[in-house]
């Protein structure tokens, strides 16, 4: 686990900004979930569109009209089952997914009266029932006697892993932290999964059975993709991005210059959120979730004054309009077309940024304009993406750092399958890792059991 | 403003919205109440022989819901009145005497014999009531003892009883029908044969609402068991009509008066019943679930639509549709439709397409190119059946258009403007030359 102190005192850095209560308060649930009322009366909403629009729009393919109307009709089990048949981290898809950008920006009835059903709570009324009630909805077939390595124990590799142990393969899962969960447990949110949620959902998926966990295992130390070739029928890769990309400025190095991603991991672990380090005037540098997460999570831990620096236009932004909302609804500041030039610092502590105003070209190239601004910034959070840790992966074929898979998301290695976030032309969706892992493993056991 | 004020039969009231024989005109407590809320009359809660009958201690009504919890269909299995017949009548002379301006109808039941009928009836009408109405409908309970529904189920039950009445009755004889049974026009023939000054539709459908699904017995129970009750409420509504504009178009009975009972919940309701052959209606189960309020929106929503269509009052609604329904058989087959979708309305649910596709005739094409979804009707399959319309959940956005000229492309026919029913198509082999 990191360091709680990722950041040393500063004159305006310092822990408990507010009590722990109100930590408390600001961390609960973004979204309250659905009554049993609520939920049947939005199920009522539902069309039961033909070929429906909502389901083209999820990645994970799940049967949307048909979860809803076995809502309508209290067949709760029945509504879970369609759910996590397709994607068996229904649960944090339901709470993770930007619904706004896939099935509910898909509803029809959006045409009729921009409201669109409300797919994802709906989602998470239909999970959280057979989550809370343990109703076991699989079973594993007769085992097939076949053994495969899964590395990474993130939403692509335990989807992975839960469909060959359905089809009756035995899955070793290893993962570099001291806990498997992948981003669900280190990266999303804290207020998207409240109550240990990644955890809960996690001894859900494994009390399949025939899937074991080791914990502390990285890729290129403990074990490598040579010897699991060797030692499993197949191996599939769920390694997701280990490390960070920099800014590459001078300065980069003094203290309140921190990844983004690294300070989550920890707020998500700490036991006492108001114990974290928090700056007065954060920067946060990038336009993706990761940038929008750290912003509203330091506005909600105290910070005064959060500005997302963003190098682009608005509409280029990766985080969706929702979400850049959701961000100005906690009072933080999204700076457009902003260019990091230097980072300033007193005493060997960040004390602002000055950024290059950009200026959009017609070829859609930027330009400085020659006008700068300087933002003061008592922490300035990296949060310009992830990087694939390529040592130990050589023998396979990466394009711009990213893993290459056809369709099944097969690599170019015979034996090795990838997916989730570190495939190329792979989204950055907890739900598009769900279904890499659900298609490798189908790949998987089509290849495994040809000829049997 | 329309004149809403009604005169059924020579009983005046200021709307034509009357309470009917229930529940919620059980006692004066509640039609004091409901007169105060506006009603324009009731017919007061079903009086019997004393000693006087009992209810269960237990559930007497269940709703059929939607998952938002609107009462769609309602069931109950309360009897008659289950209070003294003296303390009914002294309520009734009081109300009657507080109220001249409404109208105070006496549902009675009484047994098979003409004794009972001399003994009540006079008493009952001394009262000052408007008129009676006979209860041949209660479909539970008092139907098992040789009254109600038994009574309206044989038609010379009917108009024996009938008689009876209007025998020992100076006011007008209103005979509340049963829908259980196969055709009305037998009992409502009974009726006027009996001498009858109008009939009234419909009372209650035996109904068992469902099962209790922990349980497995019949819901809702008494104890351990349970019986049939009477279903009424919005969902019976279309049932009703039909056995309304049925007597209302009976060329024996067009003439017999209609008070038209069963689902109004809305002035809507009120429109369907009075165009079909009612001249006014009765309502319970929406003041049982809404409260008499309810009457407010009946009175402005039927006035401003007589305004909106150029009436003066009720009256001249009565009987409008009733031209319009005819017998199968008289239907114009030469009419074409076909369906037409508005694009700019449809929102691509797919719906019609599915229902069209699976239950009918397969005459909706779906294209999808790159998620634009494009939903269109093919004229040479279209039979015009209005599947599609039914299930549309966006107003106005398919209609069904009547083919006026050319050919219908599924039949290869031209289209014609001359009238021709099943009475002379070939292919019926009764078919008049």
Redesign the interface.
């Known amino acids: 686990m990191s360091d709680n102190k990722l950041i040393s005192d500063g004159v305006n850095v310092k822990s408990h900004r507010l009590s722990k209560k109100e930590i408390e308060n600001n961390f609960s649930d973004l979204h309250a979930p659905l009554s049993a009322v609520e939920a049947?009366?939005e199920?009522?909403r539902c069309?039961?569109?033909?070929?429906?629009?909502c389901t083209?729009a999820c990645p994970s393919d799940i049967d949307v009209p048909g979860f809803i109307q076995s809502i309508?009709s209290d067949n709760l089990t029945g509504a879970a089952e369609k759910i996590l048949s397709e994607n068996i981290f229904g649960g944090m898809c339901a709470r993770d997914c930007p619904t706004e950008e896939l099935c509910e920006q898909?509803c029809?009835?959006n045409?009729?009266e921009e409201k669109p059903v409300e797919i994802g709570l709906l989602q998470r009324y239909a999970t959280d029932s057979v989550l809370s009630s343990g109703v076991k909805l699989f079973s594993r077939k007769k085992e097939t006697g076949k053994s495969i390595a899964v590395v990474g124990a993130g939403p692509a590799g335990i989807s992975c892993a839960h469909r060959l142990a359905v089809l009756g393969h035995k899955i070793t899962v290893y993962d570099a932290q001291d806990k498997p969960g992948g981003l669900n447990e280190y990266g999303i949110a804290a207020y998207k999964s409240t109550n240990d949620f990644a955890q809960q959902e996690l001894q859900y998926i494994l009390d399949i059975g025939g899937i074991t966990i080791k914990t502390g295992m990285k890729l290129g130390n403990q074990i490598n993709l040579e010897d699991l070739q060797e030692q499993y029928d197949a191996v599939f890769l769920g390694c997701g991005l280990g490390t960070v990309n920099q800014l590459n400025l001078d300065n980069e190095n003094v203290s309140g210059v921190i990844d983004a991603v690294e300070y989550i991991e920890n707020l998500r672990q700490i036991d006492s959120k108001d114990e974290l380090m928090v700056g007065k005037n954060i920067v946060v540098v990038g336009g993706g979730m990761t940038a929008i997460d750290i912003a509203v999570q330091s506005k909600l831990l105290g910070a005064e004054q959060v500005t997302i620096a963003y190098r682009r236009g608005k509409n280029i932004m990766a985080a969706s309009e929702y979400e850049q909302l959701l961000a100005k609804k906690h009072d933080v500041q999204i700076q457009y077309n902003v260019s990091p030039k230097r980072l300033l610092s007193e005493n060997s502590h960040v004390t602002a940024m000055e950024f290059d105003v950009m200026q959009s070209q017609s070829d859609g190239g930027l330009k400085a304009s020659g006008e700068n601004i300087t933002l003061k910034a008592d922490v300035v959070f990296k949060a310009i993406g992830q990087k694939l840790v390529t040592e130990g992966l050589n023998s396979l074929e990466i394009i711009k750092g990213r893993i290459v898979v056809d369709e099944n998301r097969k690599t170019s290695l015979t034996k090795v399958w990838a997916g989730g976030d570190c495939i190329l032309d792979g989204n950055n969706l907890t739900v598009s890792a769900v279904q890499d892992g659900k298609l490798a493993a189908i790949s998987i056991n089509e290849t495994l059991t040809q000829g049997v | 403003m329309a004149d809403l004020s009604s005169n059924f039969l020579g009983i005046k009231s200021p709307n034509p919205f009357w309470l009917a024989s229930a529940p919620p005109t059980d006692k004066a407590y509640n039609v004091n109440r409901a007169f105060e809320a506006g009603w324009g009359g009731v017919s007061w809660k079903t009086l019997g022989e004393d000693p006087h009958i009992v209810n269960v201690n237990g559930p007497r009504y269940t709703s059929m819901m939607?998952?938002?919890r609107r009462v769609i269909g309602f069931n109950n299995i309360e009897l008659i009145t289950d209070r003294p017949f003296k303390v009914n009548l002294k309520e009734m002379r009081q109300v009657k005497r507080d109220w001249p301006d409404r109208a105070l109808v006496a549902s009675v039941m009484f047994p098979m014999n003409e004794e009972s009928w001399a003994k009540h009836i006079p008493i009952i009408e001394d009262t000052g009531v408007d008129g009676f109405e006979l209860n041949f409908g209660c479909p539970h309970g008092m139907s098992e003892r040789g009254m109600g529904a038994a009574v309206g189920q044989v038609p010379e039950y009917i108009k024996q009883a009938t008689e009876w009445c209007k025998k020992y009755a100076t006011v007008p004889v209103i005979v509340k029908l049963t829908p259980n049974i196969t055709d009305v026009l037998y009992p409502a023939e009974a009726c006027l044969e009996g001498g009858a000054d109008a009939v009234s539709l419909i009372n209650t459908i035996n109904s068992i609402m469902r099962v209790d699904y922990d349980t497995l017995t019949m819901f809702p129970t008494t104890g351990n068991m349970g019986t049939h009750g009477g279903y009424c409420g919005e969902a019976v509504k279309p049932i009703a009509l039909n056995m309304v504009a049925e007597i209302a178009r009976n060329e024996k009975t067009k003439n017999l008066p209609i008070s038209g009972i069963g689902g109004v919940t809305t002035w809507k309701d009120a429109v369907d019943f009075i165009a079909l052959g009612a001249s006014n209606v009765q309502v319970c189960t929406a003041a049982m679930v809404y409260g008499f309020k309810i009457v407010e929106d009946m009175k402005t929503g039927l006035s401003n639509f007589l305004d909106e269509k150029g009436m003066k009052s009720v009256d001249e609604l009565i009987g409008k549709a009733v031209p319009s329904v005819t017998d199968w058989k008289f239907l114009n087959l030469n009419h074409v439709d076909k369906a037409v979708i508005d694009q700019d309305k449809c929102?691509?649910?797919?719906?019609c397409?599915?229902a069209c596709e699976d239950a009918s005739h397969q005459a909706i094409e779906?294209t999808?190119n790159n998620?634009d979804?494009v939903f269109t009707v093919n004229d040479d399959e279209c039979v015009g059946c209005n599947l599609c319309v039914s299930v549309c959940?966006?107003v106005d956005c398919m209609s069904m258009v009547a083919m006026t000229s050319g050919t219908d492309p599924r039949t290869g026919k031209k289209i014609s403007s001359e009238v021709a029913d099943w009475t002379t198509h070939a292919n019926n082999p009764l078919k008049v030359s």
């Open positions: 049947l009366i199920s009522d069309y039961f569109c033909y070929d429906a629009p083209k309508r898909a029809v009835r045409d009729n | 939607s998952n938002d929102i691509k649910c797919g719906r397409y599915i779906y999808n998620d979804r959940p966006v």
